[in-house]
């Protein structure tokens, strides 16, 4: 009773922040995301009757910190009752630092719980699944640009746009990769009780998804850029006027933001946007990449870059 699962991290063009049920771990706004092609997070469960409790192993190490979220999430997936299950992770790039490992880690965790169990449930139920792990972890089940919408007590996903369709580059300038200070969680619930700009962010959400999925449709990558950097600031800006103020940012996010506007300035197709971490994606048309890898490599501060194209959904694989 053992399957592997393979899902990529998503970054988020329109974000989420903040819930509107913490219970059910419910998004207060919908988002739109594209999924990476090269950043992949790989987890095996293999059920046994013999473990007396689960047990994660995150790169070859055991990791009794992320225990508890994975457990609960093969509870909801198989049921409280279930066998106690290893479970092994691989991950490609920095965790817990901004690049969406949870929603990878936990996308594939719902997809190869579902296959020990020989569950056979339809992606859209295995996306409500993972979003109660991870907000963002619906969207991984999905590949190109994904739509994740409330629908009363539950999301609706659809995907606008294959990634094959609307072939964009995405390079990740790493400004830090240890684990974040603050959780997303955490950060979101101070956000939605103390921020004075937060019930606007919720107010003024459709009209950026509205923009957001025309440009997406209609393949204008000069609305998409505009729309993406300003729904990012938006964010950010609610996050830094909570008390206390959650900033992710560090001088090289910063510095890298300059360098896209430079890119910008010269004529470059680049847009930059930032989720709950110091990182920064530039996402660019194919024909861009390598100058924008090199700048945003150039930038002081940036340890790491890394290049993906747009990705597939996530799905199972050979379990060696």
Known sequence: MRATAIAQPNIALIKYWGKRDSTRNLPAVGSIS???RDLFTKMSVQLDAELASDVLYVNDERDDGMLPRISACLDEVIGRSRMRARVDSVCNFPIAAGLASSASAFAATTLAAAGAADLHLDTQRLASLAGRASGSAARSLYGGFVELANKGNDIAMTVLCDADSWPLSVVVAVTESVPKAVGSSEAMEISRKTSPFYANWVERQPEDLDVARNAI??????????IAEHNCLKMHSVMWASRPPTMF??????????????????????FFTIDAGPQVKAVCLPGDAETVHA?????????EVLVSA???????????
């Not at 700048?295 to 340890?303: C, D, K, N």
């Not at 747009?310 to 060696?320: E, F, M, Q, T, W």
């Open 34 to 36: 594209i999924t990476l």
């Open 249 to 270: 940012w560090n001088a090289a996010t910063m510095a890298c933001l300059q360098t896209v506007r430079k890119l910008q300035g010269d004529g470059c197709s680049v």
């Open 295 to 303: 700048a945003l490599a150039a930038t002081p501060g940036v340890t």
């Open 310 to 320: 747009l990705g597939a959904a996530a799905r199972l694989v050979d379990p060696r």
């Open 217 to 226: 449709l209609e393949r204008d990558f000069r609305q998409l850029a505009i």
